[in-house]
Every structure is written in C-alpha cells, then in structure tokens.
C-alpha cells in the first residue's frame, strides 16, 4: 500500500511527504478509493512522520508508558482517488502543549497542489491504562525542532 520513507532527519518546511499507490484492494466497486482507507493511509503516514523525527513508539511505549491516540478527526472529501494513483500524504504538527497535539494531514495525487482529502486531528498522549499523560521531553523536542522557525504552532498551541 505504502512505499518506504525516508531516513531519520528534519522536515522540510515542518512537513513531512508519504507516497501512497492506490492498490486494488483501497478502492470500492466504482475503481474509488473506499473513503476509510484514507484514514489508514493518514495513520501509515502520522507513523512515518515519528519515524523522520527519530520517535521510535514501541521504544516510547516500552521506556515512558506512553501511546498515542487519535481523539478527535475530521474530514473534508474533496475530489475521489482512483485505482492506479500516486498519492502524497503530506503531514503537519500544528500545535502541542501537555498531552495533546494538533495535526494537519492532505492527501494529494503526486504533483498536484489540490487536496483530495483534507484531516484534521487532534491526538491525545496516553499511558497504558488509557490516562492522560504529558508528551515527554524528548518528543515535544523533536515537534519543536520539525517546526524549524517557530512558525507552527506549539507551547502554548493546540489543545491540552
């Protein structure tokens, strides 16, 4: 479904880029892609974005009793993806502060500037027993150092 990213290392501009090809199996009798898999898509693409920034989540699960988890989504359908296409998840860490980050994700076909499919997300840092917990040090660094000039949000951004 999803090709491999790239290596540990800085976001351009604050965003990272997820290629995606639209297999047989993402798309509905129509040859579109089943409007749920892009969800799967966004979360393939949230991962790698952790990876790039050198987050590793079993390591952080396993050493800080942390997980991540969406609470709360939204989203804009705005043009179907097909069978065949090349996809681009492009993903922003908008804003964090205590247990929470706020992230934009757009799906586009590869080279195009329109959205196919725009999210909104907000995603609560937990521990195993499910409670609220703070995003550690070393994640709200990496968040920090993705965000480059400051420009994103984050501190005081986002929602706690």
């Not at 479904?1 to 990272?16: D, I, K, R, T, Y």
């Not at 942390?66 to 939204?74: D, E």
């Not at 296409?85 to 994700?105: H, K, P």
């Not at 999210?119 to 937990?126: F, Y």
């Amino acid at each position: 479904m999803a090709e491999p990213a790239a290596a540990v290392g800085p976001l351009a501009g604050g965003e990272f880029r997820f290629p995606v090809r639209v297999y047989y199996e993402d798309t509905d009798a129509g040859g579109i892609v089943y409007h749920a898999n892009y969800l799967q898509f966004a979360e393939r693409a949230r991962t790698e974005t952790l990876r790039r920034l050198g987050i590793d989540q079993s390591r952080l699960r396993d050493e800080h009793d942390v997980i991540f988890i969406v609470r709360r989504c939204t989203i804009d359908y705005r043009a179907p993806a097909r069978l065949d296409d090349a996809l681009e998840v492009r993903t922003r860490m908008t804003g964090w502060r205590g247990a929470s980050i706020e992230a934009e994700q757009t799906v586009h076909r590869r080279g195009e500037d329109g959205a196919l499919v725009a999210l909104d997300l907000t995603i609560a840092c937990v521990n195993g027993r499910g409670r609220p917990v703070r995003i550690p040090g070393p994640v709200r660094e990496a968040f920090e150092r993705a965000a480059g000039d400051g420009s994103a949000g984050h501190g005081a951004a986002g929602a706690a």
